[in-house]
Nanobody
Framework: QVQLVESGGGLVQAGGALRLSCAAS????????MGWYRQTPGKQRELVAT???????HYIESVKGRFTISRDNAKNTVYLQMNSLKPEDTTIYYC??????????????WGQGTQVTVSS
């Protein structure tokens, strides 16, 4: 019954900003990590940013210094603040989580995606 629901996508001009949100719901024992994938047509899927339960973060090189991932543990929610957006950031962004429904057994889950479009 786990669900990841994304929001916050939209259309912005180059140099603008968006904030994506992803809320996890269901029978969740614990969340080990959350993050964001993106899938651009004609390109391979890539993991843009992740944050662990301990607060450690990781970013793909192309977004370092522009994107910031954060979390709200009380709401089981992860955010992706995207600043200085570029047209090449245009794609669908998917929320990801490794979480435990059963204690000690982590599994991966994905949201349905939210569209980000950056105009030149």
């Amino acid at each position: 019954q786990v669900q990841l629901v994304e929001s916050g996508g939209g259309l912005v001009q180059a140099g603008g900003a968006l904030r994506l949100s992803c809320a996890a719901s269901g029978n969740i024992f614990s969340i080990n990590a959350m993050g964001w994938y993106r899938q651009t047509p004609g390109k391979q899927r890539e993991l843009v940013a992740t944050i662990t339960s301990g607060g450690s973060t990781h970013y793909i090189e192309s977004v370092k210094g522009r994107f910031t991932i954060s979390r709200d543990n009380a709401k089981n929610t992860v955010y992706l603040q995207m600043n200085s957006l570029k047209p090449e950031d245009t794609t669908i962004y998917y929320c990801y989580s490794n979480l435990e429904v059963v204690r000690g057994r982590g599994n991966d889950y994905w949201g349905q995606g939210t569209q980000v479009t950056v105009s030149s």
